[in-house]
């Protein structure tokens, strides 16, 4: 079993990733929910959607960041 100490770069680099899809979600004015849970959920329903505000390309994208969180 890995140690909390070995954990911690894996949980850094989660938030990062999390922190910067809300960013991106944002610049395009779209509200995401608080906590990491619920904000990947609401984010993965957001970019499965077709009728998301989100260009096609750039919704590609974010599903595969989606998936590596």
């Given at each position: 079993?890995?140690?909390?100490?070995?954990?911690?770069?894996y949980?850094?680099?989660?938030?990062?990733?999390?922190?910067?899809?809300?960013?991106?979600?944002?610049?395009?004015?779209?509200?995401?929910?608080?906590?990491?849970?619920?904000?990947?959920?609401?984010?993965?329903?957001?970019?499965?959607?077709?009728?998301?505000?989100i260009?096609?390309?750039?919704?590609?994208?974010?599903?595969?960041?989606?998936?590596?969180?």
């Amino acid at each position: 079993m890995d140690s909390p100490v070995s954990l911690l770069p894996y949980f850094a680099t989660r938030t990062s990733r999390i922190n910067a899809s809300c960013g991106f979600c944002q610049e395009f004015g779209l509200v995401i929910p608080q906590g990491s849970r619920t904000g990947v959920e609401a984010m993965a329903r957001l970019f499965a959607g077709p009728a998301s505000s989100i260009p096609e390309l750039t919704r590609g994208s974010m599903k595969l960041l989606i998936e590596e969180i």
